[in-house]
Nanobody, 114 residues
């Protein structure tokens, strides 16, 4: 069972950038897909992107062209690069395998001010 620790969140102005990190307790090399999710207050958790071992990625329209997922297999870390941030990107961000398991990390808060 892989444990996940997200970090890198913070307060940023609209139009700014952040890089989130997801450190895993085990090797991600053999994991077929890793994903990022977010949950804003009062809303359901939503998928932000998927990164496959094949290097292919999938993003919803809400973040496509602004967010990018990358992996560093040597560091067992998955990153979420977020550019051109908008106030509606404000949420707690989580990483997980894909499809997601039942165990989630504590997440990292991203707040985008207008």
């Amino acid at each position: 069972q892989v444990q996940l620790v997200e970090s890198g969140g913070g307060l940023v102005q609209a139009g700014g950038s952040l890089r989130l990190s997801c450190a895993t307790s085990g090797s991600i090399f053999s994991i077929n897909a890793m994903s990022w999710y977010r949950q804003a207050p009062g809303r359901q958790r939503e998928l932000v992107g998927i990164s496959y071992r094949s290097r292919s990625t999938i993003y919803p329209d809400s973040v496509k062209g602004r967010f990018t997922i990358s992996r560093d297999n040597a560091k067992n870390t998955v990153y979420l690069h977020m550019n051109k941030l908008k106030p509606e990107d404000t949420a707690v961000y989580y990483c997980n395998i894909y499809p997601p398991g039942n165990d989630w990390g504590q997440g990292t808060q991203v707040t985008v001010s207008s």
